[in-house]
């Protein structure tokens, strides 16, 4: 089953409304996550780094005020797409690892589509 | 900066084996992953290398070479179920930032 678990799955909201993915690591705790976005036939691009406790990090050209971010504890972060236009249509998924193990894996949630109208 | 380059489609038959390349440009380099991506799903992970060398999971195999900044992915034994997307990855920042490269459109043919 998933380890890490993203909330909603598919999302349709009207453009100016704010949408709000959860990012949920399952039986382990995450001390960092991260958000990446994917528009169709093209890479996973970086946006931030969630940080429990504390502010999130920001990729160069990603509007932190646009995309806000909170990861109130080791097991929750979420991504807040907020003022939606359509050009914010994309695959949004998070990422993080088990720093219980000492094994190199990265685990990815399920994804999230977001379509703006 | 991290900048990675991978080739954008491989085709291949079935049963057959493909090698997929990756060259990087990456600062503070911790090591090279490889993930698999069905269309609209999620990245899986595949295979990791922090040294030199072969890495064995089955039919697939990861290779690195730090000295020249470039891994490769090989698949064997091809089955159709192994038509996806596959990226290369590279960690910085102590592991757990990834940049991923472009994604490889693997095709496998009858």
């Known amino acids: 089953g998933a380890v890490v678990s993203q909330h909603p799955s598919r999302v349709i909201c009207k453009s100016g409304t704010s949408v709000k993915i959860e990012c949920r690591s399952l039986d382990f705790q995450a001390t960092t996550m991260f958000w990446y976005r994917q528009f169709p036939k093209q890479s996973l691009m970086l946006m931030a780094t969630s940080n429990e406790g504390s502010k999130a990090t920001y990729e160069q050209g990603v509007e932190k005020d646009k995309f806000l971010i909170n990861h109130a504890s080791l097991t929750l972060s979420t991504l807040t797409v907020t003022s939606a236009h359509p050009e914010d249509s994309s695959f949004y998924i998070c990422?993080?690892?088990?720093?219980?193990?000492?094994?190199?894996?990265?685990?990815f949630g399920e994804g999230s589509w977001l379509t703006v109208v | 900066g991290q900048s990675l380059e991978q080739p954008s489609e491989v085709t291949a038959v079935e049963g057959a084996i493909v090698q997929i390349n990756c060259t990087y440009q990456?600062?503070?380099?911790?090591?090279l992953s490889w993930y698999q991506q069905h269309d609209g799903g999620a990245p899986t992970f595949l295979s990791y290398n922090a040294l030199d060398g072969l890495e064995e999971t089955g039919r697939f195999s990861s290779f690195l070479s730090r000295s020249d900044s470039y891994g490769y992915l090989l698949l064997q034994e091809l089955q159709m179920k192994d038509s996806a997307s596959y990226f290369c990855?590279?960690?910085?920042?102590?592991?757990?930032?990834?940049?991923f490269g472009i994604g490889t459109k693997l095709q496998v043919i009858p």
């Open positions: 990456t600062s503070g380099f911790y090591g």
């Open positions: 990422s993080a690892r088990d720093t219980g193990l000492s094994g190199n894996t990265i685990y």
């Open positions: 990855a590279a960690h910085s920042g102590g592991y757990q930032k990834v940049t």
